[in-house]
Each structure stands twice: as C-alpha cells, then as structure tokens.
Nanobody, 126 residues
Framework: VQLQASGGGLVQAGGSLRLSCAPSGRTFSTYATGWFRQAPGKEREFVAAVSWSGDNTEYQDSVKGRFTISRDNAKNTVLLQMNSLKPEDTAVYYC????????????????????WGQGTQVTVSS
C-alpha cells in the first residue's frame, strides 16, 4: 500500500497550506495517521496525528492552534490544514499510516507507523 501526500508548496509567512494524504491500493479496515516533517540537517519530527475515528488528535506544541489534522473516512483522506505558517515550518512533510489500529488511539513516534508517503515540500518565506 502506498500513501500519496500532496498539497505542499511555497507560501509567505502568515499564509496557509492544506496537505492531504490518501492510501492507494488495497487498504485495511482501520488505520491511524500521522504527519511528520524533516528539515535539512535535522531529524524527522512529529507534527500531528489523528485516530481512525477522528475523535482523538495530538499535536506538537509548536503547531498547536495553527495546524489542524482531520480525516474523511468516506473519501479515505487525511488532511493537515496549516495556518499562520512560519519560516521554521519549512520542511519536507511526510504522512504515515498504522494499519489495523484501535479506533481511538493516536501514535506520535515514527517507529509506530507501518507505511510512509513520499513527502511533500513546504517552504515558508519570510
């Protein structure tokens, strides 16, 4: 199963972008999803995660109040709405999925995920 991430681009500080993530191919019945990012010279870091049910979410402290993760299971898509973007948000953003997850559990570390998307570049200019 492959994850397709899209929606990245170049935006000025204070602007907004919306990332989307969708699996292609055969999908399992339930999966939790997370977004991570990696800036040049830095380790991959957690950004946000959502449970299969959509009822539970977690965010990195630096994005709380600015980013919103949500999912539309009917469309099999997970979204990351990013508002009030800052230059320090510049990174490659990756979505990840953990299959057969309990419906209300979120995961915040990379090792907890089974599959990863190819990444989408987000660049915020000052």
């Amino acid at each position: 199963v492959q994850l397709q991430a899209s929606g990245g681009g170049l935006v000025q500080a204070g602007g907004s972008l919306r990332l989307s993530c969708a699996p292609s191919g055969r999908t399992f019945s339930t999966y939790a999803t997370g977004w991570f990012r990696q800036a040049p010279g830095k380790e991959r870091e957690f950004v946000a995660a959502v449970s299969w049910s959509g009822d539970n979410t977690e965010y990195q402290d630096s994005v709380k109040g600015r980013f919103t993760i949500s999912r539309d299971n009917a469309k099999n898509t997970v979204l990351l709405q990013m508002n009030s973007l800052k230059p320090e948000d510049t990174a490659v953003y990756y979505c990840a999925a953990r299959w057969a997850a309990p419906i209300n559990v979120v995961y915040v570390t990379p090792s907890q995920y089974n599959d990863w998307g190819q990444g989408t570049q987000v660049t915020v200019s000052s």
